[in-house]
């Protein structure tokens, strides 16, 4: 259903900082809830081995891929229903025709991955066969010569259904590697589970991210990467987690403007990019070079008549700025005040009061977001917005 909203309120945009007016709204739940956000990730159906994704989509709705029996690629877009289950259309991702079969999946209390699939036709889920997958993780050192894991397996007398630091020396999350009973078993460390920490971070702003630090590597259309890219925008940028929020990748802007060579701008007001406009006033000072005044990066005014504004592009060779990583104290402190390090999904806090809604912009997918006092993700109809511009 629908939910009232107050008539006349203003929110802040967090990709970009603007404040906007707005007008009255109503909002319908969506989103993926935590369990299907630790779905998110790569399985192997245990009963035959094959492999399967699952992912956030564009549409941020959660999307199973994998393969049929003759090797062809098909998806499923997966929306929330009863008894934890995310269930969707089965299609064929080639030539997006329907298969008349659809899918539903649900985690169960082992962290496994349950799938039943069926005919369209068939009205109910009664005698479906339940399928379990378990985490496809990979591994290195041991004997297991970079075999991944299979899952359960046992040691000791005890079953694992994940990666176990049970009689490892150094304490290194472990797993078998084949069926053989213990101890001719195969075995290797888990990767990926125990990175090491790096000793600084690339923070980002605009985006989804509001604030938030790159996480690298990170998947984009199917390709790792290990530093910021500019695919698709115009200023280099990352993602900042696992289900695909992002931000721009704060570098270093020149320092002034010279002739011939303007200082231009990504993000901000605009959906284009556009020219610094030198000096601006703002707050009652007059700037002549980017400044970093209420945004969490460089910033200028791009009109004349004030209001425009955008984060400043990078300078040439690209130097990007980093930051040393928390300490464990910040951590902690940050974890018993309630005040996290950065924000990693679109919930920004309790709105319990409905009078003052807490949202977010999604740049990415044209959306807001607000989060309920259950902290589930709401999409919100904008019926009536206006930007408020900048004033000095």
Not at 41 to 69: P, R, Y
Not at 152 to 170: I, M
Not at 270 to 285: M, V
Request: proline share 7%; hydrophobic share 25%; net charge negative.
């Amino acid at each position: 259903g629908y939910q009232a909203c107050p008539e006349h309120f203003t929110v802040q945009r967090y990709d970009s900082g603007v404040p906007y007016a707005m007008d009255q709204t109503t909002s319908r739940t969506c989103g993926i809830k935590q369990n299907g956000l630790v779905m998110v990730g790569n399985w192997v159906e245990a009963a035959n081995k094959s492999t399967w994704t699952i992912s956030v989509n564009d549409t941020g709705n959660l999307q199973a891929t994998m393969k049929d029996s003759n090797g062809d690629a098909q998806h499923a877009e997966l929306r929330e229903d009863i008894n934890d289950w995310y269930t969707g259309e089965v299609i064929k991702t080639q030539d997006d025709l329907k298969t008349g079969k659809e899918l539903r999946v649900r985690l169960n209390k082992n962290g496994e991955v349950e799938s039943q699939s069926k005919p369209l036709s068939q009205k109910t889920w009664d005698r479906v066969d339940t399928k379990v997958s378990y985490e496809y993780v990979d591994t290195f050192g041991g004997d297991a010569e970079e075999q991944p894991c299979i899952f359960p397996f046992d040691w000791n007398g005890q079953t694992y259904h994940k990666c176990t630091t049970e009689d490892s020396e150094p304490e290194l999350p472990w797993c078998m590697t084949s069926t053989t009973p213990e101890p001719d078993g195969k075995w290797g460390y888990c990767k990926h589970q125990t990175p090491s920490p790096p000793e600084s971070v690339i923070g980002t702003h605009g985006g989804t991210a509001t604030p938030g630090n790159c996480t690298f590597p990170f998947n984009h259309e199917g390709k790792p990467h290990d530093s910021c890219i500019t695919e698709g925008e115009k200023s280099p940028w990352c993602k900042t987690d696992k289900i695909g929020n992002w931000g721009f990748c704060n570098c270093k802007v020149p320092e002034e403007e010279t002739p011939g060579h303007p200082i231009k701008t990504h993000g901000g007001s605009s959906k284009e990019p556009q020219q610094c406009h030198f000096p601006f006033k703002y707050k009652g000072k007059v700037y002549t070079r980017c400044i970093t005044e209420d945004e969490k990066a460089p910033w200028c005014m791009t009109g004349e008549s004030g209001g425009g504004w955008g984060f400043c592009d990078c300078k040439e060779p690209l130097q990007f700025n980093k930051l040393p990583v928390p300490s464990k104290d910040e951590v902690t402190a940050a974890e018993e005040t309630g005040k996290p390090l950065a924000r990693t999904d679109h919930c920004m806090g309790d709105t319990t009061l409905v009078t003052n809604p807490n949202m977010i912009f999604d740049l990415k997918k044209n959306t807001w977001y607000r989060c309920s006092p259950e902290y589930i993700c709401e999409n919100w109809v904008i019926r009536a917005i206006k930007p408020l511009a900048r004033t000095d």
